[in-house]
């Protein structure tokens, strides 16, 4: 299975912008669909963006639609989360994950998971 690191975690100011990173090991990560959740103190994780093998598919929750952009970079093992106008409630540990399902937007849609990087947005 593929390993995730995130990374571009941190503490921000609402409105302000981060971009998250996830590093990918081994040669197939073109071959994955990845995905950004996230899981906010207290609350179970939830789906944020997903992107297909490709780059053509990607889709958001709607609570950053607008907001948060999902990309890849197959010849860097790389995706990213660019995070704009970020609002206290997007606070929360972000998490990239690896699967195989175009679309998916559930847990078990995925098979390898990151760490983890911590974003703060303070009002």
């Known amino acids: 299975q593929v390993q995730l690191v995130e990374s571009g975690g941190g503490l921000v100011q609402a409105g302000g912008s981060l971009r998250l990173s996830c590093a990918a090991s081994?040669?197939?990560?073109?071959?994955?669909?990845m995905g950004w959740f996230r899981q906010a103190p207290g609350k179970e994780r939830e789906f944020v963006a997903t992107?297909?093998?490709?780059?053509?598919?990607?889709y958001n929750a709607k609570s950053v639609k607008g907001r948060f952009t999902i990309s890849r970079d197959n010849a860097k093992n790389t995706v990213y989360l660019q995070m704009n106008n970020l609002k206290p409630e997007d606070t929360a540990v972000y998490y990239c994950?690896?699967?195989?399902?175009?679309?998916?937007?559930?847990?078990?849609?995925?098979?390898?998971w990151g760490q983890g990087t911590q974003v703060i947005v303070s009002s």
């Open positions: 994950a690896a699967g195989y399902r175009s679309g998916g937007t559930r847990e078990s849609d995925f098979i390898s």
């Open positions: 081994g040669r197939t990560f073109s071959s994955y669909v």
């Open positions: 992107i297909n093998w490709s780059a053509e598919d990607t």
